[in-house]
């Protein structure tokens, strides 16, 4: 059977995170949480898109519970200044949702120096899961859930020595590395929640080919290159609609039968409905060490879960 956002099971008095909830897959993914209940926190960039998706929500769903908070995930200053923010408010997060991203940029840097793919997919993640994990593993059932990508199948394991490839860019493979960082940190953090035997649960999600404004981004940028306009032309003639797309990752964030350590994504890879997906080659423990390594060391911030419930 299909699954939809009418099995989303009712999310009344829990708190969502949703990071880029100001278009594309995370818009929809808000847009659905509220829908069903959930107070959901927008966290996005943009400003005025924000207030702009704020009200396209208020106008489906006039009682939804929402707010706005400015997140810049290319700052570390900024995510510390969110998480922050919703920490002030809000002494549970049932759901924190790691959504927003970029994809084959130009060579960049983010205003901390971090490769700009890297520093927004993966670290700025990090660091707002770092500042909010405290909280998260106290509510009862919650979930980190982390958006990768079939990119992830083409990325390498995170290079302590350079992982922002100086001098090595390419913008297609700073894409796969970020989104296989993105995997490997959902199943890492899982490996802790399991060791300290909380309830809350870590997993990832990934969209297929879905026909939102993150190709078109990567087309006007200029990074993505040939390569980059056939996959809009691509998602145009044959991807899903975003709120399509985004089922895998309300699936993996609602589903009472979600397992931690898990990968929600198209039954046919690119297309399909929402189905538990198998984690090929989930992630070595090497590399998973060498991305905690470099994660602390760049962000000066760590992700632990033991830490984590001795702060609660």
Known sequence: MSWTIDDIPDQSGRTAVVTGANGGLGLATAHAL?????????????????????????????????????LDLGSLDSVARAAAEILERHDRIDLLVNNAGVMATPEGRTVDGFETQLGTNHLGHWALTSHLLPT?????????????????????????????????????????????????????????????????????????????????????????????????????????????????????????GARGGTMYGPLLATTGRPVRRPLVRPGSAKAIQRLWQVSERETGLSVDVAAALADR
């Open 136 to 256: 998260v593993v106290r509510t009862p059932g919650s979930r980190v859930v982390t958006l990768t990508s079939t990119a992830q199948h083409t990325g390498r394991a995170l290079d302590p020595s350079n992982p922002h490839l100086h001098e090595k860019y390419d913008a297609w493979r700073a894409y796969g590395n970020s989104k296989l960082a993105n995997r490997h940190f959902a199943v890492g953090l899982q490996q802790q929640l399991a060791d300290a035997g909380v309830d809350t649960i870590a997993l990832t999600a990934h969209p297929g080919l879905t026909d939102s404004d993150l190709q078109t981004t990567t087309v006007e940028s200029g990074g993505g290159g040939p390569l980059g306009r056939f996959f809009h032309q691509l998602t145009k003639r044959t991807g899903m609609s975003v709120p399509r797309g985004a089922l895998s990752q309300l699936r993996a964030a609602t589903d009472p």
């Open 34 to 70: 509220a829908g069903a209940g959930a107070h959901v926190v927008m966290a996005a960039r943009n400003q005025q898109k924000a207030a702009a998706a704020r009200d396209e929500i208020l106008a489906a769903h006039p009682q939804a519970s929402l707010e706005v908070v400015e």
